[in-house]
């Protein structure tokens, strides 16, 4: 089992930009892709981006294309999703998750932070 925990959350104006984390520990080995998650009030949970644990292939949603960027630092067991050019309808509570493949059937999830971006 991988245990995963967010931070970095917070406001931030349209325009700015935010850099939240997820530590990982556990059973890490067993970890193949780490995504990130997101889902506004009223809303299905919507994938942002995956990155390869080992490889470091990084996988985007549409939506989000050209202004985040996933990252890991496998030293510290960490992954980091650098946001740029943050909109209103970026707002949500994301969601770090750790599973088999890139946009499904992820397995283990941290508690979500709040990323809110006041226009």
């Known amino acids: 089992q991988v245990q995963l925990v967010e931070s970095g959350g917070g406001l931030v104006q349209a325009g700015g930009s935010l850099r939240p984390s997820c530590a990982v520990s556990?059973?890490?080995?067993?970890?193949?892709?780490m995504g990130w998650f997101r889902q506004a009030p009223g809303k299905e949970r919507d994938f942002v981006a995956a990155i390869h644990w080992i490889g470091g292939m990084t996988y985007y949603g549409d939506s989000v294309k050209g202004r985040f960027t996933i990252s890991r630092d496998n030293a510290r067991n960490t992954v980091y999703l650098q946001m740029n050019s943050l909109k209103s309808e970026d707002t949500a509570v994301y969601y770090c998750?750790?599973?088999?493949?890139?946009?499904?059937?992820?397995?283990?999830w941290g508690q979500g932070t709040q990323v809110t971006v006041s226009s």
């Open positions: 998750a750790a599973g088999p493949r890139v946009q499904e059937s992820y397995i283990s």
């Open positions: 556990g059973r890490t080995f067993l970890t193949t892709y």
